[in-house]
Protein backbone atom coordinates (compact mmCIF):
# COMPACT_ATOMS: atom_id res chain seq x y z
CA UNK A 1 0.00 0.00 0.00
CA UNK A 2 2.64 2.61 0.86
CA UNK A 3 3.53 4.90 3.64
CA UNK A 4 4.57 8.77 3.72
CA UNK A 5 7.02 10.27 6.18
CA UNK A 6 7.25 14.03 6.41
CA UNK A 7 10.09 15.66 8.89
CA UNK A 8 9.11 17.57 12.18
CA UNK A 9 7.67 21.07 12.59
CA UNK A 10 9.90 24.00 12.19
CA UNK A 11 9.90 27.21 13.86
CA UNK A 12 12.07 29.97 11.90
CA UNK A 13 12.01 33.61 11.38
CA UNK A 14 11.28 35.34 8.39
CA UNK A 15 13.94 35.84 5.67
CA UNK A 16 15.53 32.45 7.01
CA UNK A 17 15.78 29.61 4.67
CA UNK A 18 14.02 25.95 5.04
CA UNK A 19 14.02 22.63 3.54
CA UNK A 20 11.06 20.16 4.52
CA UNK A 21 11.13 16.51 3.19
CA UNK A 22 8.85 13.43 2.57
CA UNK A 23 9.65 9.74 2.37
CA UNK A 24 8.00 6.99 0.66
CA UNK A 25 8.33 3.84 1.95
CA UNK A 26 6.27 0.35 1.01
CA UNK A 27 6.11 0.96 -2.97
CA UNK A 28 8.20 2.28 -5.82
CA UNK A 29 9.20 5.35 -5.11
CA UNK A 30 10.32 5.95 -8.62
CA UNK A 31 7.13 5.31 -10.06
CA UNK A 32 4.37 7.79 -8.73
CA UNK A 33 4.05 11.54 -9.11
CA UNK A 34 4.72 13.33 -5.18
CA UNK A 35 3.04 16.42 -4.98
CA UNK A 36 2.61 19.23 -2.21
CA UNK A 37 -0.36 20.76 -0.61
CA UNK A 38 -0.34 23.90 1.35
CA UNK A 39 -3.00 24.37 4.19
CA UNK A 40 -2.78 27.84 6.06
CA UNK A 41 -4.49 28.09 9.40
CA UNK A 42 -8.04 27.17 9.13
CA UNK A 43 -8.22 27.31 5.67
CA UNK A 44 -8.73 25.01 2.85
CA UNK A 45 -6.29 22.99 0.79
CA UNK A 46 -3.84 24.63 -2.03
CA UNK A 47 -1.85 22.62 -4.61
CA UNK A 48 1.73 23.20 -4.47
CA UNK A 49 3.62 21.05 -7.23
CA UNK A 50 4.29 17.77 -7.93
CA UNK A 51 7.28 16.05 -9.07
CA UNK A 52 8.05 12.58 -10.81
CA UNK A 53 11.13 11.14 -8.60
CA UNK A 54 11.81 9.19 -11.94
CA UNK A 55 13.14 11.94 -13.63
CA UNK A 56 12.50 14.98 -11.61
CA UNK A 57 10.16 16.46 -13.70
CA UNK A 58 8.18 18.84 -11.94
CA UNK A 59 5.09 21.04 -12.15
CA UNK A 60 4.78 23.86 -10.42
CA UNK A 61 0.50 25.65 -9.40
CA UNK A 62 1.29 29.38 -10.96
CA UNK A 63 0.62 30.67 -7.13
CA UNK A 64 4.16 29.01 -6.17
CA UNK A 65 6.26 29.19 -8.87
CA UNK A 66 9.54 31.01 -8.18
CA UNK A 67 8.79 31.70 -4.36
CA UNK A 68 9.78 27.41 -3.35
CA UNK A 69 11.27 24.73 -4.96
CA UNK A 70 10.45 21.10 -5.43
CA UNK A 71 13.01 18.45 -5.53
CA UNK A 72 13.52 14.53 -5.32
CA UNK A 73 16.41 12.00 -4.77
CA UNK A 74 15.65 8.81 -5.56
CA UNK A 75 18.56 7.56 -4.14
CA UNK A 76 16.55 7.74 -0.70
CA UNK A 77 13.19 7.84 -2.45
CA UNK A 78 12.67 11.70 -0.55
CA UNK A 79 11.21 14.98 -2.11
CA UNK A 80 11.87 18.03 -0.58
CA UNK A 81 9.85 21.32 -0.50
CA UNK A 82 12.42 24.49 0.58
CA UNK A 83 12.06 28.08 0.29
CA UNK A 84 15.32 30.26 0.30
CA UNK A 85 13.83 33.86 2.03
CA UNK A 86 10.80 32.71 4.06
CA UNK A 87 8.14 34.91 4.86
CA UNK A 88 5.27 35.21 7.75
CA UNK A 89 2.31 34.23 5.19
CA UNK A 90 4.36 30.97 4.62
CA UNK A 91 3.30 30.03 8.02
CA UNK A 92 1.09 26.87 7.66
CA UNK A 93 1.05 23.12 7.57
CA UNK A 94 2.59 21.21 4.32
CA UNK A 95 1.29 17.67 3.26
CA UNK A 96 3.29 15.70 0.79
CA UNK A 97 1.16 13.05 -1.10
CA UNK A 98 0.97 10.64 -3.89
CA UNK A 99 -0.25 11.42 -6.87
CA UNK A 100 -2.60 8.17 -9.13
CA UNK A 101 -4.44 7.72 -11.55
CA UNK A 102 -5.30 7.73 -15.40
CA UNK A 103 -5.47 11.53 -15.48
CA UNK A 104 -3.65 12.56 -12.10
CA UNK A 105 -7.08 12.81 -10.67
CA UNK A 106 -6.14 11.43 -7.00
CA UNK A 107 -3.78 11.83 -4.08
CA UNK A 108 -4.18 8.16 -2.91
CA UNK A 109 -1.90 8.36 0.03
CA UNK A 110 -0.83 11.57 2.54
CA UNK A 111 2.28 12.26 4.48
CA UNK A 112 1.37 13.54 8.90
CA UNK A 113 1.57 16.87 7.83
CA UNK A 114 5.18 19.78 8.26
CA UNK A 115 4.31 22.47 10.63
CA UNK A 116 5.98 25.78 9.10
CA UNK A 117 5.83 28.49 11.53
CA UNK A 118 7.52 32.10 10.26
CA UNK A 119 7.70 34.90 12.85
CA UNK A 120 8.52 38.38 11.47
CA UNK B 1 -8.21 30.78 -5.62
CA UNK B 2 -9.91 27.54 -5.95
CA UNK B 3 -12.03 26.45 -9.03
CA UNK B 4 -14.28 23.91 -7.50
CA UNK B 5 -17.54 24.88 -5.66
CA UNK B 6 -18.66 23.56 -2.80
CA UNK B 7 -20.95 24.80 0.23
CA UNK B 8 -19.10 26.22 3.19
CA UNK B 9 -21.38 23.54 5.31
CA UNK B 10 -23.90 20.94 5.71
CA UNK B 11 -25.52 19.76 8.73
CA UNK B 12 -28.07 17.39 9.78
CA UNK B 13 -29.14 14.82 13.20
CA UNK B 14 -27.45 11.08 13.23
CA UNK B 15 -28.72 8.53 11.10
CA UNK B 16 -29.75 11.08 8.67
CA UNK B 17 -28.04 11.37 5.13
CA UNK B 18 -26.28 14.96 4.02
CA UNK B 19 -24.89 15.52 0.23
CA UNK B 20 -22.18 17.64 -0.51
CA UNK B 21 -21.65 19.35 -3.88
CA UNK B 22 -18.58 20.21 -6.21
CA UNK B 23 -19.05 22.77 -9.28
CA UNK B 24 -16.38 22.41 -12.07
CA UNK B 25 -15.50 23.28 -15.29
CA UNK B 26 -15.48 21.32 -18.29
CA UNK B 27 -11.84 21.52 -18.14
CA UNK B 28 -11.89 19.41 -14.63
CA UNK B 29 -14.57 17.80 -13.18
CA UNK B 30 -16.03 17.15 -16.99
CA UNK B 31 -13.57 15.76 -18.20
CA UNK B 32 -11.82 13.96 -15.11
CA UNK B 33 -13.04 11.78 -12.54
CA UNK B 34 -13.40 13.52 -9.21
CA UNK B 35 -11.89 12.30 -6.09
CA UNK B 36 -13.15 13.42 -2.35
CA UNK B 37 -11.23 13.66 1.02
CA UNK B 38 -11.75 13.63 4.56
CA UNK B 39 -10.13 15.66 7.13
CA UNK B 40 -11.02 14.99 10.37
CA UNK B 41 -9.47 17.70 13.03
CA UNK B 42 -6.17 18.05 13.32
CA UNK B 43 -5.18 15.32 11.23
CA UNK B 44 -4.08 15.09 7.74
CA UNK B 45 -6.36 14.83 4.56
CA UNK B 46 -7.58 11.04 3.93
CA UNK B 47 -8.42 9.63 0.62
CA UNK B 48 -12.22 8.69 0.75
CA UNK B 49 -13.73 8.25 -3.28
CA UNK B 50 -11.69 8.40 -6.22
CA UNK B 51 -12.81 7.37 -9.92
CA UNK B 52 -16.16 9.59 -9.62
CA UNK B 53 -17.72 6.64 -7.57
CA UNK B 54 -15.22 4.16 -6.22
CA UNK B 55 -14.44 3.22 -2.24
CA UNK B 56 -10.50 2.95 -1.37
CA UNK B 57 -10.65 -0.43 0.71
CA UNK B 58 -11.73 0.08 4.59
CA UNK B 59 -13.88 3.05 3.29
CA UNK B 60 -17.42 2.58 4.70
CA UNK B 61 -20.20 1.90 2.51
CA UNK B 62 -21.97 4.79 3.85
CA UNK B 63 -19.73 7.10 1.75
CA UNK B 64 -20.67 7.22 -2.04
CA UNK B 65 -19.68 9.10 -4.85
CA UNK B 66 -21.77 10.03 -8.34
CA UNK B 67 -20.88 13.20 -11.47
CA UNK B 68 -22.81 14.08 -13.56
CA UNK B 69 -21.53 16.60 -16.54
CA UNK B 70 -19.63 19.13 -14.42
CA UNK B 71 -20.76 18.68 -11.19
CA UNK B 72 -19.75 15.78 -8.39
CA UNK B 73 -21.71 14.80 -5.12
CA UNK B 74 -20.65 13.22 -2.19
CA UNK B 75 -23.60 11.24 0.61
CA UNK B 76 -23.01 9.96 3.90
CA UNK B 77 -25.88 8.06 5.14
CA UNK B 78 -26.73 6.95 8.62
CA UNK B 79 -24.48 9.84 9.72
CA UNK B 80 -22.30 9.30 12.49
CA UNK B 81 -20.27 11.66 14.84
CA UNK B 82 -17.13 10.27 13.95
CA UNK B 83 -18.22 11.82 10.43
CA UNK B 84 -18.02 15.52 11.57
CA UNK B 85 -15.03 16.89 9.38
CA UNK B 86 -13.93 18.88 6.36
CA UNK B 87 -14.76 17.27 2.83
CA UNK B 88 -12.96 18.39 -0.11
CA UNK B 89 -13.29 17.28 -3.75
CA UNK B 90 -10.59 17.51 -6.29
CA UNK B 91 -9.35 16.44 -9.73
CA UNK B 92 -6.72 17.45 -12.54
CA UNK B 93 -7.60 20.61 -14.43
CA UNK B 94 -6.41 20.16 -18.12
CA UNK B 95 -6.64 23.77 -18.89
CA UNK B 96 -4.56 24.97 -16.49
CA UNK B 97 -2.45 21.90 -15.73
CA UNK B 98 -2.95 21.80 -12.24
CA UNK B 99 -4.50 19.93 -9.76
CA UNK B 100 -7.44 21.48 -8.39
CA UNK B 101 -9.52 21.51 -5.28
CA UNK B 102 -12.79 22.26 -3.82
CA UNK B 103 -13.57 25.28 -1.08
CA UNK B 104 -14.11 22.83 1.43
CA UNK B 105 -16.84 21.73 3.08
CA UNK B 106 -17.78 21.04 7.00
CA UNK B 107 -20.04 18.75 8.06
CA UNK B 108 -21.60 19.08 11.27
CA UNK B 109 -23.88 16.27 12.90
CA UNK B 110 -26.49 18.21 15.02
Known amino acids: EGQLGQSGAEVKEAGESLKISCQGF????????IGWVRQRPGKGLEWMGI????????RYSPSFQGQVTISADKSISTASLQWSSLKASDTAMYYC?????????????WGQGTMVTVSS | QSVLTQPPSVSAAPGQTVTISCSGQ????????ATWYQQLPGTAPKFLIY???KRPSGISARFSGSKSGTSATLSITGLQTGDEADYYC???????????FGTGTKVTVL
Open chain 1, 97 to 109: ARLVGASLDSFDI
Open chain 1, 26 to 33: GYTFTSHW
Open chain 1, 51 to 58: IYPGDSDT
Open chain 2, 26 to 33: NSNIGSNY
Open chain 2, 51 to 53: DND
Open chain 2, 90 to 100: GTWDRTLSAYV
